[in-house]
């Protein structure tokens, strides 16, 4: 059953593509009258506003003032990613951009929401990882390491309770997206949900 929240407005970052693109679609079906801005590199086609960002520089003016202009009352961070292989072989350049995508951009931008006023604003959640977050993740250094700390700042916030809008992490198994090779030992196993069903267990934890 379709609920409508017509107030209800959503900023999706990084969702041009696996769960965030599944999750928008999941939220327009089950929010038909709520606006959308989605942030990313690339952006599709689709009934919402759209900003193109590159999440491994600094925040811009422009994406501040767009941001907050939009007035949301949610908004999720999904990008994230890095280098795999064995740590010395790759590049450090490899290893920053994963720590500063997966980690300093969504750290950077909740700390500016929360020096600012947004008064609309609700809710912020950052997209996690059950597994990088929580465990060892071989081939995946600097991956793990950006998710470990993103972890750790978030679970910090939370007990330090200082922010007007309420702040969470979201972390999910395995997903079968276009960024799990179909070989990959979690997809051969049984392991990676789809990215249907994961969105729908995001939107559930929203409310």
Not at 82 to 99: E, I, R, S, V
Not at 117 to 143: H, Q, R, T, W
Not at 164 to 184: C, E, N
């Amino acid at each position: 059953m379709n609920e409508d929240r017509s107030a209800h407005k959503f900023i999706l970052l990084g969702a041009s593509r696996g769960l965030g693109w599944a999750t928008y679609e999941a939220l327009a079906k089950k929010y038909p009258a709520a606006e959308f801005l989605l942030v990313s590199r690339k952006i599709g086609e689709g009934n919402f506003k759209s900003l193109k960002c590159d999440f491994s520089k600094e925040l811009s003016s422009e994406f501040i003032t767009t941001i907050t202009d939009f007035n949301p009352t949610t908004i999720i961070y999904f990008a994230a990613g890095g280098p795999y292989g064995n740590f010395q072989d790759k590049k450090w350049a490899d290893h920053q951009w994963a720590l500063q995508v997966s980690f300093l951009f969504p750290a950077q931008l909740v700390h500016h929401l929360m020096r600012i006023s947004v008064p609309s604003l609700k809710k912020f959640v950052v997209v996690g990882s059950a597994i990088a977050e929580n465990k060892p993740d071989p081939g995946a250094a600097s991956y793990c390491a950006a998710k470990h700390a993103l972890k750790g700042l978030i679970s910090t916030l939370q007990a330090e309770n200082k922010s007007a809008f309420k702040i969470d992490l979201f972390s999910p198994g395995y997903i079968a997206t276009d960024m799990l090779p179909v070989q990959s030992w979690p997809r051969q196993q049984g392991l990676a949900d789809t990215a249907e069903n994961v969105a729908n267990q995001l939107i559930d934890s929203l409310n």
